[in-house]
């Protein structure tokens, strides 16, 4: 093993071999409450320009990197680009997130949908992700990522978020068979998408089922898990060593449901206990989380002790690595998010088997 590959703590982790301490990394790392990420937002004049400009995308998921320890960097985009490249057309309305101009509204609208993937439409992504290769140094991994299918599905169909997502629940019941054909479409572009960041230097690539949690229980295997394990599946038929993140964001309930999912580790949310994960989940899989992202706006003494009960929770686990349980606050102090990086290394790095 070179000195490279022994420092790499976050491929380590997902190997499940032990390292030097836990790995770290979170959620919207790049993003609005790093002063430097709003001095780029501000110059580029809106997001959408952000995330297709390489150059300003590159910096922007560089920018964590240069201010905290983290143990991996993960590419600054949004789980949205493809229905975007298929012509949906993204847009953000400030203070209610992202909207499409042009959303499915009936099955019909789904003989619109481009079956052969908008490779050029979305050639800023490999382009961001060259450059961020070249300045990133090896022993962090980069991490691509899309949205799931059924968390695309839910953005695309009717009046989306606006609405809680309840057009695209209706689809469960009016029109399974269009629903399906939707996530079986979005999960081959997925896959391709996905193979295309690695071609391009991505070391791991995350899967966001974000709102996998609103399908109900009986509906959950065949509309979410099912066309995420479609997507993992060719990952890692095409590349076996390059490793898979799920995000079962909502999934608490079902945990054994994802026991054979074909991914090398879960990202659970807050609302999962780790102990009880890791005993559900009897070893089949990484884990990863899952700090609540308001504990950040508590005491640095709060912090070190949500810390170390997550490190307590997993034990002499070797396969975990230490995420929030969804993305960082807006309005987070930038101090804290440092002092929460530095509490897993100086705490997991002094007692590996011992509580805090």
């Not at 979170?26 to 709003?38: D, I, S, T």
């Not at 990197?65 to 993960?74: H, K, M, P, T, Y």
């Amino acid at each position: 093993m070179t000195a490279t590959e022994s420092t790499d703590v976050m491929r380590l982790a997902l190997a499940g071999k032990p390292a030097s301490h836990r790995p770290v990394w979170l959620m919207r790392q790049a993003g609005r409450y790093l002063p430097e990420y709003r001095d780029i937002r501000s110059r580029a004049g809106s997001f959408l320009t952000l995330l297709k400009t390489p150059e300003l995308a590159a910096k922007v998921t560089l920018q964590p990197l240069s201010r905290f320890d983290l143990d991996a960097a993960i590419l600054f985009s949004d789980i949205l680009t493809i229905p975007d490249a298929l012509g949906l057309e993204l847009d953000f309305a400030p203070g209610e997130g992202p909207w499409f101009r042009h959303p499915i509204e009936n099955p019909g609208d789904l003989a619109r949908m481009d079956r052969e993937f908008p490779d050029a439409r979305l050639d800023y992504v490999p382009a961001t992700i060259e450059r961020i290769r070249r300045e990133l140094p090896r022993n962090k991994p980069l991490i691509g990522f899309s949205g799931s299918p059924w968390t695309l599905a839910c953005y695309m169909i009717g009046q989306g978020r606006a609405r809680e997502f309840g057009d695209a629940c209706r689809w469960l019941y009016t029109s399974p068979e269009s629903l399906n054909e939707l996530l079986l479409l979005l999960a081959e572009h997925i896959a391709n998408y996905l193979i295309r960041q690695i071609e391009a230097g991505v070391d791991i690539v995350m899967l966001f089922d974000s709102w996998g949690g609103l399908l109900p229980a009986s509906r959950y295997r065949e509309f979410s898990l099912g066309p995420a394990s479609v997507v993992l599946e060719r990952i890692r038929t095409y590349q076996p060593e390059i490793p898979s993140i799920f995000f079962a964001r909502g999934a608490g309930s079902r945990l054994e449901w994802l026991r054979d999912l074909p991914a090398r580790c879960l990202g659970l949310d807050s609302a999962v206990p780790l102990g009880q994960a890791r005993a559900c989940l009897s070893g089949s899989h990484v884990l990863q989380g899952n700090l609540d992202p308001s504990a950040l706006y508590g005491s640095t003494e709060n912090i070190r002790a949500e810390v170390c009960r997550m490190l307590n929770e997993m034990k002499e686990e070797s396969g975990y690595i230490v995420n929030l349980g969804h993305g960082i606050p807006p309005d987070v102090d930038c101090e804290k998010v440092g002092f929460l990086i530095d509490s897993v290394h100086e705490e997991s790095s002094q007692r590996s088997k011992h509580r805090c």
